[in-house]
């Protein structure tokens, strides 16, 4: 992990829900301030070359790092969709501790659903049922 000569954004600079769904599986939805000049079809590129790694502060990083230097661990690419890549079908492990506090770590394995300029849905499963990421 590195620590980026910039700071992220405030917490309240997102807007977020958790809801208990009829079957009782709880959707966490998560709306982001536009981040200004980013066009879906730059979102849907990041995501689908996520796994590279790109120049940053004079020094190659971990695209995944660069996105969340401090609450981003370990990405990688599981298993790809089929006839190859990153899109729907592919499986991504993930490794996070949400405000880089250890008690909040997960890792997860989950599956691209959708992957496009309207946006990535990742689902895993976690007690038998699937959870939408």
């Keep these: 992990m590195f620590e980026p000569h910039w700071r992220g954004r405030p917490m309240d ?25 980013i066009t879906p079809a730059m979102l ?16 190659e990083r971990q695209r995944y790092h660069v996105w ?3 609450d981003h661990i370990h990405w990688a690419l ?8 990153v899109r729907p ?10 405000q880089a506090n250890p008690r909040y770590r997960i ?4 599956r691209v659903v959708d992957l496009s300029e309207a946006g990535i849905t990742l689902v895993g499963r976690s007690g038998g049922r699937a959870v939408f990421r």
């Design 13 to 37: 600079s997102a807007r977020w829900t958790l809801t208990r769904l009829p079957d009782g599986r709880l959707q966490m939805t998560i709306a982001h301030a536009p981040l200004r000049g």
């Design 78 to 85: 599981a298993r790809e969709a089929p006839g190859g890549g």
């Design 107 to 110: 890792d997860v394995t989950d």
């Design 68 to 70: 969340h230097p401090r």
């Design 44 to 59: 849907a590129w990041w995501f689908r070359n996520i796994g590279g790694t790109m120049l940053w502060q004079g020094c």
């Design 89 to 98: 079908g592919a499986s991504f492990r993930i490794v996070e501790a949400f």
